[in-house]
């Protein structure tokens, strides 16, 4: 079910601005990636560009390579549309759809999309929701609105909206930033269990949380500011954390510049 | 010894002296006793006058007596303040006179009879008679301006929002700033031209069009500042679901918004049900009952009036129907305006835990 993702060459460009510059890596299936770096170093623009999300922006246009089991996803006659029903996005803030009850929230990707039997609505749901560990705090409430609930909470209805499309890769773009540290916690131990059914990327700021939750560890660095971000090193978790190939990754790790 | 009494011992840099809370009131009340005495002694008849004057000496015995006591930063403080409050009575003096002089005038003849009842065997200058034709024919005039204006206004709208990047939307925004200052005669002059030009008489849907054109301008601004409102995180969300475009704005963007484009709307119809001009160029006016907007003259609320004050020869009948008119006229869009702001708070994304 889970999809590996070969990014070779990918260039990402807002305008005439080169925000991201040749990157390539390959994100295994069933494992946990994150990304980190400085801030304006391109993670979240990449992470955009794995389903495609970057051309929603205005002038967001992107040159290489993004295979995700073999199929370039900026090939020719490829639907932007179909890319995202493959790969799901979290954000960084919580944005449940304020018109919506919590049932409909999880439901909207379903119902939004089609092609679903509607006797299966309500399994679905609820699947969704025990998978993002939000089930038992919500049973009784569904037809309430999604924006009634706390931050961590909201996050993790988006996280069972994000996963009741069965995507094959989950991109969480600082999934945990605008949360305080038990619902970082919730949202950490979540992905734990998510990633036995999907390939997840995430971006964070927060070193430890990218040592506690991932595999693979990415970092990202800009040369200075208006230059492009550039992939550094992508390598094990526990490699990057303790002995890193290049000395900027050590540097920026122990808190000596970035 | 108390506490308190050490503390008001001590010099206190933060504590100034400051006028008591009823002191605005007192010097309104004493702005106004003196603006009547001068308006007395100096012979001045006009009452409005007169209310000038006191808003004029409120301001400066504000500022005067804040500023001796309390010092010049709060002076200023209080002098906004006051400026504010004026202003605020300054518009609401009129229109609460306007809505006052309207329903006292109004309710005269404003009866069940009047409501159900044309002109059609009544003459200008007799009694009796009612709007009964008028308003049917405001209802099926703005009624069909309004379904050709707001699907137009709302579509352009998210076009311009949604879509809409480089020339063709400059231009499209441009060309709406331009139809939201043509004069409403202007409009009606446009499609009286192509009646002319097609030889026809007079007809209810002539009016339409023209109201129309005066309506578009105004769904597409306050459409478009709706959509505006609507964060981009949750176009993102829905786009991140695999959902296309078009579907995101019809069950995201625009259910979202639908309260704001609702009162926008409503505010646009509200606008247009008072237009007299473009009415008075294409539906002319008629005296009976006519159904059928799309054959033969019609009558219309602003145009009843406008006809009844001309038409009356200074027949207090005329008048009193006028009147009469006119509160029904504004109670329409009154209540217009309620249905709107309740569309409003019932479609608005709640909260509720």
């Not at chain 2, 247009?272 to 473009?278: H, R, S």
């Not at chain 2, 200074?314 to 109670?331: E, F, K, P």
């Amino acid at each position: 079910m889970a999809k590996r993702i070969d990014v070779s060459g990918l260039t990402a460009f807002y305008g005439s601005h080169k925000a991201i510059e040749d990157i390539s890596m390959t994100v295994e299936p069933r494992s946990v990636t994150a990304f980190i770096g400085p801030s304006g170093c391109g993670k979240s623009t990449f992470l955009r560009t794995l389903n495609r999300m970057h051309e929603v922006t205005p002038g967001g246009r992107v040159e290489g390579k993004v295979l995700l089991d073999e199929e370039d996803l900026y090939g020719q006659g490829i639907d932007p549309v179909s890319v995202r029903r493959e790969i799901g996005m979290v954000f960084q803030r919580p944005n449940p759809f304020p018109t919506m009850s919590i049932f409909d929230n999880v439901a909207a990707g379903l119902r939004l999309n089609g092609g679903y039997k509607k006797s299966d609505l309500n399994d679905i749901v609820e699947k969704s929701l025990k998978g993002a560990n939000l089930w038992n705090e919500v049973k009784d409430r569904l037809n309430k609105p999604g924006s009634g609930l706390s931050g961590g909470q909201q996050q993790r209805l988006c996280i069972a909206r994000a996963i009741a499309v069965e995507p094959k890769v989950l991109l969480m773009d600082e999934p945990c930033s605008a949360l305080d540290p038990i619902s970082t916690l919730a949202i950490e131990d979540l992905i734990g269990e998510l990633k036995e059914r999907f390939t997840i990327v995430i971006v964070t700021h927060n070193m430890q949380q990218a040592a506690r939750v991932s595999d693979r560890t990415a970092f990202f660095n800009l040369s200075a500011v208006g230059q492009p971000g550039r992939l550094i090193e992508i390598d094990d978790t526990e490699r990057i954390f303790s002995n890193p190939s290049v000395q900027a990754t050590e540097d920026y790790i122990s808190g000596r510049f970035g | 010894m108390s506490h308190a009494a050490v503390t008001e011992e001590r010099p206190s840099t933060l504590r100034g002296a400051s006028l008591p809370v009823w002191s605005p009131w007192a010097i309104a009340a004493g702005s106004v006793v003196v603006a009547v005495l001068l308006g007395l002694v100096a012979g001045i008849d006009s009452r409005v006058q007169w209310g000038l004057i006191a808003g004029l000496l409120f301001l400066a015995g504000t500022y005067g007596i804040a500023a001796k006591v309390e010092g010049r930063r709060q002076a200023k403080d209080r002098i906004a303040t006051s400026l504010v409050w004026v202003a605020f009575l300054l518009a609401v003096v009129p229109l609460v006179s306007l809505v006052w002089t309207t329903v006292a005038r109004g309710v005269k003849v404003l009866d069940l009879y009047f409501l159900t009842h044309s002109m059609g065997i009544v003459a200008d200058s007799q009694p009796g008679g009612g709007i009964y034709h008028a308003i049917i024919g405001s209802l099926e005039q703005v009624g069909l301006a309004t379904l050709m204006a707001a699907p137009i206004g709302v579509l352009t709208a998210i076009y311009l929002v949604e879509y809409g990047r480089g020339g063709l939307a400059r231009a499209v925004t441009f060309f709406v700033d331009v139809m939201t200052g043509i004069p409403s005669v202007v409009a009606g002059l446009f499609i009286l031209s192509l009646m002319l030009i097609f030889e026809m008489e007079p007809f209810g849907f002539a009016g339409s069009l023209a109201l129309a054109i005066l309506m578009v301008p105004v769904v597409v601004r306050s459409t478009e500042e709706m959509l505006k409102l609507v964060p981009n995180e949750l176009r993102e969300a829905s786009l991140a679901l695999g959902v296309p475009k078009w579907r995101t704005i019809l069950k995201v963007v625009l259910p979202t918004s639908i309260g704001g484009i609702t009162t926008g709307i409503m505010l646009a119809i509200a606008r247009i049900a008072g237009e007299t001009a473009p009415v008075l160029l294409l539906v002319f006016g008629n005296r009976f009952i006519n159904n059928n907007p799309f054959e033969g003259a019609q009558q219309s609320l602003p145009l009843y009036i406008y006809q009844q004050y001309a038409n009356s020869a200074g027949a207090n009948a005329a008048y009193d129907r006028a009147w009469a008119a006119s509160l029904t006229l504004i109670a329409f869009v009154m209540i217009l305006n309620l249905l709107a702001r309740g569309i409003a708070r019932w479609k608005a994304p709640k909260s509720g835990r």
